[in-house]
């Protein structure tokens, strides 16, 4: 038997994994960027390792080098930030 009316649409998740403190300071909160992109780094890599050789892993290698990027430009502004030498970019 054929189904007439289609399924409800499931409900949209309406509470976030996390929360960002509006009083965090701009260097903690570069901290904590960095933290997660160089975890995301480790694991794109160990993925790209355990799985050398298989199809369409070039897509993952290239997440693994921008997801890279953003780290290194991370600690660099953060590095900025701390030295004092950050210049407004409006």
């Known amino acids: 038997m054929k189904k007439i009316v289609p399924d409800p649409p499931r ?11 509006s009083d965090i300071s701009p260097t ?3 901290a904590h960027a960095c933290e997660l992109l ?8 160990e993925h790209c390792r355990a799985h050398a ?10 997440a693994a ?3 890279d990027s953003a780290r290194v430009l991370v ?3 953060k590095r ?5 030498q950050a210049e407004e970019v409006l």
Request: net charge negative; charged share 20%.
């Open 11 to 21: 409900p949209l998740i309406t509470t976030p994994y996390f929360t960002i403190h």
């Open 38 to 45: 160089r975890v995301a780094v480790d694991t794109l890599d």
């Open 28 to 30: 903690d909160a570069m």
């Open 65 to 67: 080098h921008a997801t």
């Open 75 to 77: 600690e660099h502004a």
């Open 80 to 84: 900025r930030m701390k030295d004092g």
């Open 53 to 62: 050789g298989e199809p369409g892993l070039n897509l993952l290698t290239n």
